[in-house]
């Protein structure tokens, strides 16, 4: 299984949707905890159930297990605490929810799967987390 991340934000649609097509995605796995404000733009829970069987002929899910918890997202958004410790203590909820076993469970079926999370210039993105265990379990 290929492992590809995106942001759904600081982007256009076109090179969204172009990013998915040149990685022959054919799972866009949300990870978001709010995706139906209008800060998502094109990028809305509801746009994307809709667009990504359409365009890319790729499934849509979004799947809560997979993002942080709300309280610890805020506290890195606002600052509150540094990329690091936001990293592990992220990494520590998706052990503690055997969350990559459950990946791939769910998901295990899947070529190319595209993680879809919030980076911007400015901060990082706990997809990048997942997606750094997620390839380390499938070395094993």
């Known amino acids: 299984m290929r492992i590809n991340t995106i942001s759904a934000y600081e982007t256009s649609a076109e090179r969204f949707f172009e990013a998915l097509a040149s990685w022959d995605v054919d799972l866009l796995l949300d990870t978001r905890l709010k995706n139906t404000n209008q800060l998502a733009g094109f990028t809305k829970k509801n746009d994307l159930a ?3 069987p359409k365009l890319l002929h790729a499934d849509y899910v979004h799947d809560k297990l997979f993002a942080p918890a709300p309280t610890l997202f805020e506290r890195y958004l606002h600052g509150n605490i540094g990329w690091d410790a936001y990293a592990d203590a992220y990494r520590d909820a998706l052990r503690e929810r055997e969350a990559v076993p459950q990946f791939f469970d769910r998901y295990g079926e899947y070529e190319s ?4 999370g919030t980076a911007t210039r400015k901060r990082r993105s706990h997809v990048e ?10 070395a094993i």
């Open 50 to 52: 809709f667009f990504v």
């Open 113 to 116: 799967v595209c993680l879809l």
């Open 129 to 138: 987390v997942l997606q750094k265990m997620l390839e380390e379990s499938q």
